[in-house]
T-cell receptor
Framework: GNSVTQMEGPVTLSEEAFLTINCTYTATGYPSLFWYVQYPGEGLQLLLKATKADDKGSNKGFEATYRKETTSFHLEKGSVQVSDSAVYFCALGPNTNAGKSTFGDGTTLTVKP | KAGVTQTPRYLIKTRGQQVTLSCSPISGHRSVSWYQQTPGQGLQFLFEYFSETQRNKGNFPGRFSGRQFSNSRSEMNVSTLELGDSALYLC????????????????FGPGTRLTVT
């Protein structure tokens, strides 16, 4: 079945450091890929998405490229801020698995000033 | 455009009771999905509704049920609550039904935090 494997956390970085959160997936077909962010006490917010191979999703300085050959969708940001502290979820879109999104376990990021 | 709204935001119930949670999707969105989020199990799919019909269901017992109204608002009901039902329940909406051919992203609400004591 479909699955998503995310880099284990927690991840602690200093402000302005480079961020990479690894995400790999297993799926049949051609899934859409998403990164969601969850701030404390809140629901999930869509951060970025890519719908086909070699697409690059980007938003708020975050980027991720859909790599079909390595089945990966790693999240990167060149310079993190304290306000980026949150839990990040990689997900396979609902178009591939009978109506449900498949989420990774989440990676907690803490950015220290 | 207003986002997905969920009510109530917080709820405390006792074992054996039942609870109803409500979700209003983004205007124009007709698909509503429900997820349960717990520290141990992560995000798990409960069910999806489109045009007042349940299209997909996750692996949850029959105590978990839902429905969708003609205005696309959805409710989720949990009967005979157990301690293990304590979780954040998230609702997500999208324009079209999820499934093959649709690449629409889902937009999530803030969730309802249910605590069962």
């Amino acid at each position: 079945g479909n699955s998503v494997t995310q880099m284990e956390g927690p991840v602690t970085l200093s402000e302005e450091a480079f961020l990479t959160i690894n995400c790999t997936y297993t799926a049949t077909g051609y899934p859409s890929l998403f990164w969601y962010v969850q701030y404390p006490g809140e629901g999930l917010q869509l951060l970025l998405k890519a719908t086909k191979a070699d697409d690059k999703g980007s938003n708020k300085g975050f980027e991720a490229t859909y790599r079909k050959e390595t089945t990966s969708f790693h999240l990167e940001k060149g310079s993190v801020q304290v306000s980026d502290s949150a839990v990040y979820f990689c997900a396979l879109g609902p178009n591939t698995n009978a109506g449900k999104s498949t989420f990774g376990d989440g990676t907690t990021l803490t950015v220290k000033p | 455009k207003a986002g997905v709204t969920q009510t109530p935001r917080y709820l405390i119930k006792t074992r054996g009771q039942q609870v109803t949670l409500s979700c209003s999707p983004i205007s124009g969105h007709r698909s509503v999905s429900w997820y349960q989020q717990t520290p141990g199990q992560g995000l798990q799919f409960l069910f999806e509704y489109f045009s007042e019909t349940q299209r997909n269901k996750g692996n949850f017992p029959g105590r978990f049920s839902g429905r969708q109204f003609s205005n696309s608002r959805s409710e989720m009901n949990v009967s005979t609550l157990e301690l293990g039902d304590s979780a954040l329940y998230l609702c997500a909406s999208s324009k079209r039904p999820t499934g093959q051919g649709s690449k629409d992203e889902q937009y999530f609400g803030p969730g309802t935090r249910l605590t069962v004591t």
